[in-house]
């Protein structure tokens, strides 16, 4: 996994303003006020700030802004970047205000001056989110002498600040993590090295088991092996189970598409474009970033994991459209166009998730359609739902940690659009609808009694720009919501 750079908080020690290296950051509130770091700043530039507050510039600034001054005189440091921060806001304010230092960051050491800041670990979240690249593949990014800056936050209550960070560095560990793997190119990341990537994650205290062909096979998951039946690369479910809390209560289960890339199959995708379709185990990768964060902070809370790893290619004995197929549940569904898989692949995951946990609750993410890209463009996830209370406790949750979702429909008229000639079901509706027509799909494999959550992230899995906590590519989007939902769920007292 690419390595987060550390953060450690400090006690202030006003003088090392002068002589830090690297980059230097000072608050400033949006009327012009300085802080006490500021005012030093101020005098060691010779009224720099004093200028700057007065400029059209800064007038135009809004809060959360970061302001570098290059070169600044008087100070050691190659810049000096001034946050315009109001001294009371929101954790997501802090948080942004944070991804806006990380992003001026590059690859410097900084040094925060955060004062008696009360929302100083929500600020150092925000950098610890934002400060992400992607260089894996990077030849001269492996070079030891380029890797980046530490970060040092300077603070009155160095100790409160790094305890109430400690939560959030494993969530932002998680997303991390699902980023690394949405990243991933689908040469390297096999059904095979994803396996492995998430067994490596017993040493956190997960329980991890590898489901392969013929165990699956046994199991009748024949909608799941027949996507991947084209491929060289064996396909496999991988179940990651954290019991962290009461013995025996029913576990919420996740459950995640990991399609490593889908050519579509026999119907084939079209040239243009499908190498995005690397980030088609964006759900799984979700999935995984979760249970790495629920480890890592040791949640009070039972939840279990289950990815379906497969690749979609064309081949000799790939799946044909037309063929009939039967589910693990033993409905058989009529594969009419063999691009829509990702619900093949769940509906058997799903089906062993309740069969197995009886699971409280059950949410499934995937990047499922590009149907909800049209519909919800980059900004929220389609969320569908069969439990008005799960839902708006999923929304609540993704609300609060700034994540967009947005609720759609279902319905006996969208589920009946998939009635089949021949088989139980088919495995598309039309074009009218097409993303409630998948998640019709995936709820004829939900039981009754399961309250059931399907997201829908094909919009915001991954970005061609940057979002407010991620530059451009896999966001990683998610894991903090579920995060605080399992949080809400299981650990209030
Ligand atoms: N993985 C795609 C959906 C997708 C599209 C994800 C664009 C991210 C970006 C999915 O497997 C797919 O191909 N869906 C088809 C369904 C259709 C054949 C009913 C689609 O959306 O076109
Ligand atoms: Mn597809
Ligand atoms: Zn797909």
Avoid at 47 to 52: C, D, E, P, S
Avoid at 199 to 225: C, I, Y
Avoid at 443 to 460: C, M, N, S, Y
């Amino acid at each position: 996994m690419s390595q987060p750079t550390p953060i450690t908080f400090q006690s202030i020690d006003i003088d090392t303003l002068a002589t830090a290296t690297g980059r230097v950051a000072v608050f400033v509130t949006p009327e012009g006020k300085l802080d006490h770091a500021a005012r030093r700043a101020n005098r060691l530039t010779k009224g720099v700030l004093a200028r700057l507050i007065k400029s059209e510039s800064f007038a135009k600034a809004k809060p959360g802004q970061v302001i570098t001054l290059a070169w600044p005189t008087g100070m050691a440091a190659e810049a000096l970047d001034v946050l315009v921060i109001a001294r009371r806001l929101t954790a997501i304010e802090a948080r942004k205000a944070g991804a806006a230092l990380a992003r001026a960051k590059g690859d410097k050491a900084l040094l925060v001056m955060a004062g008696n800041m009360t929302r100083a670990a929500d600020l150092a979240l925000g950098l610890a989110l934002r400060d992400y690249r992607f260089d894996a593949h990077k030849t001269d990014a492996n070079d030891a002498d380029n890797m980046a800056g530490d970060i040092t936050i300077a603070h009155n209550r160095p100790d409160d600040m790094e305890q109430a960070l400690a939560p959030g560095l494993a969530v932002a560990e998680g997303v991390r993590m699902t980023r690394d793997l949405v990243n991933e190119p689908a040469n390297v990341l096999t059904t095979g090295e994803f396996a492995d990537r998430l067994v490596e994650m017993q040493n956190l205290g997960l329980k991890v088991e590898v489901l392969e062909e013929d165990q699956l096979e046994k199991l009748g998951m024949r909608t799941l092996l027949c996507v991947g039946q084209g491929s060289d690369s064996p396909s496999k479910v991988v179940v990651m189970q954290w019991n962290g809390g009461e013995k025996d209560a029913p576990p919420l289960a996740l459950v995640g598409k990991g399609v490593v890339f889908d050519t579509g199959g026999i119907s084939i995708k079209p040239a243009a474009g499908m190498e995005d379709m690397t980030m088609d185990m964006g759900g799984a990768g979700v999935v995984a970033g979760t249970m790495r964060a629920l480890a890592q902070r040791n949640a009070k809370a039972n939840v279990v994991g289950l990815v379906g790893l497969v690749e979609n290619m064309p081949s000799g004995n790939a799946v044909r459209p037309g063929d009939v197929i039967r589910s693990m549940k033993g409905d058989t569904v009529e594969v009419i166009n063999t691009d829509a898989e990702g619900r093949l692949v769940l509906c058997d995951v799903m089906w062993y998730a309740q069969e197995r946990f009886e699971p409280a609750g059950m949410i499934d993410l995937a990047t499922l359609t590009g149907a909800i890209i049209i519909g919800l463009g980059h900004e929220n996830a389609g969320v569908f739902s069969n439990d008005d209370a799960l839902c708006n406790r999923f929304l609540k949750a993704a609300k609060a940690e700034g994540e967009g979702a947005w609720r759609m429909p279902l319905g006996q008229v969208y589920d009946d659009l998939l009635k089949s000639r021949i088989a139980d079901m088919k495995n598309i509706g039309g074009r009218a609808a097409g993303s409630i027509t998948a998640a019709q799909f995936l709820q004829r494999f939900v039981k009754d009694e399961t309250p059931w959550i399907h997201l829908d992230i094909a919009g915001v899995a991954l970005t061609k720009t940057a979002t407010d906590y991620a530059p451009k590519g896999a966001t990683g989007w998610g894991v903090m919501a579920l995060n605080r939902l399992v949080a809400d769920m299981f650990e209030q007292e």
